[in-house]
């Protein structure tokens, strides 16, 4: 069952969305152009056949432009809903536990003792 009141698992959900499917969109002010962005660098370029008037640079250009804005757009949502996940104290303190865990010296191997015949 679905426990919809955890606010923990509504962030992981939040970020897990941001992280995989969210979608940011950058369009030309014109229309022509339109650039889908997700934050893992997937991009989907939308084409409006008006847009055959522009040159090869041109159409260069803005789409390097769109994407870079949806891009942007997009990564900058993962990092608000990572925030977000990083700042619920059950997060931070299991965070900072795994941290000093990493940090301790490796423990050495007990020492065999040889075995006597």
């Known amino acids: 069952m679905k426990n919809d009141s955890d606010p923990l698992q509504r962030k992981t959900e939040q970020l897990t969305e941001a992280l995989t499917t969210a979608r940011s969109r950058a369009e030309s002010a014109d229309g022509l152009l339109r650039v889908d962005a997700c934050a893992d660098g997937e991009l989907t370029i939308h084409l409006d056949d008006r847009a055959r008037v522009l040159s090869a640079h041109e159409l260069s250009r803005r789409l390097t ?47 065999s003792r040889p075995v006597s015949s």
């Open 65 to 111: 432009a769109l994407a870079a804005q949806a891009l942007t757009a997009a990564r900058a949502q993962a990092r608000t809903a990572l925030a977000d996940f990083r700042a619920d104290p059950r997060i931070s303190e299991s965070t900072a536990r795994a941290a000093s865990a990493i940090d301790q010296p490796v423990r050495e191997p007990p020492r």
